[in-house]
């Protein structure tokens, strides 16, 4: 009788899997390996670059210091100033149509490279109609004093009965050049009115901006209702222009242009004058 046996299947045969297991495996081991020489001993390891710093600004340029009279206190820059213009005494006493006018110098303003003395000048026992005033004298430095260039002895009005501005100063606001800014008045039959004038330092000397109404009262002439106003001098834009805001029994504003060396009201003041 015939008997069957069986058969253990053949083993298969590995295929390309394999293979392709084997070489990750390897390939792995050599990434470790590298990984592991290229890590950093202990000690080793480098710190992050710091970045690097911005460069210092340079220092500004050294500013020459001053010499001659400029180096000089200011005091001592008046005094000598004054001297030059009025003599060793530095102030000066001459006649006017007026009366007997004393000139007494009371500030120096730079211009670039020239100097501006500017003084008081009153009139002795003036009359009610005379009127005092600025007198401005542009210098040059030279060593340690000055010389003369130019005097204007009548450059800015002043008020009444030979009396100087009863206010003045000067103001860079207005433009490239310095101005002097004025304020003087008087009374007439109980009318008190007041002027302010602009003058600019320029170049070739002194020059009259404007003279605009100031103030108004009326009260002492008996006027009813009276009429008491009072400008001040607001919203300056260089070279262009400024207001005038009035105050008072009314409430305006005037607006002054710039015309070429002049200023000149847009439209017409609404305010009285003397």
Not at 178 to 195: D, E, H, K, L, M
Not at 216 to 226: C, K, R, V
Request: glycine share 16%.
């Amino acid at each position: 009788m015939t008997t069957s046996r069986s058969r253990r299947a053949a083993p298969a045969k590995s295929g390309g899997g394999g293979r392709f297991l084997a070489t990750a495996m390897v390939a792995g081991v050599t990434l470790g390996m590298g990984a592991l020489l290229l890590w950093p001993r202990d000690g080793e390891r480098s710190e992050p670059m710091p970045s690097a710093a911005a460069p210092e600004p340079a220092p500004p340029a050294a500013v020459a210091p001053p010499t001659g009279v400029r180096a000089l206190p200011a005091a001592e820059q008046l005094a000598r100033a004054a001297r030059t213009v009025f003599g060793p005494t530095g102030k000066a006493s001459s006649a006017g149509e007026g009366g007997q006018v004393v000139t007494t110098p009371a500030r120096l303003v730079w211009r670039g490279d020239t100097a501006v003395l500017i003084s008081t000048a009153e009139m002795v026992d003036g009359c009610h109609g005379c009127t005092g005033g600025l007198d401005i004298a542009y210098l040059k430095p030279a060593g340690d004093g000055f010389t003369l260039v130019q005097r204007w002895p009548d450059a800015v009005s002043g008020s009444s009965w030979g009396a100087p501005p009863g206010e003045w100063s000067v103001s860079d606001k207005f433009g490239a050049n310095p101005v002097i800014y004025a304020s003087g008045g008087g009374t007439w039959q109980g009318y008190t009115c007041s002027v302010f004038t602009l003058t600019e330092l320029g170049a070739g000397g002194p020059i009259g901006l404007v003279s605009v109404p100031e103030g108004y009262d009326d009260s002492g002439a008996g006027t009813t209702p009276a009429t008491t106003l009072e400008g001040k001098i607001a919203n300056i834009v260089p070279g262009r222009g400024f207001d005038v805001h009035y105050t008072g029994t009314q409430s305006f504003t005037d607006h002054y242009v710039r015309q070429g060396d002049k200023y000149a009201v847009r439209g017409e003041t609404r305010m009285p004058t003397c």
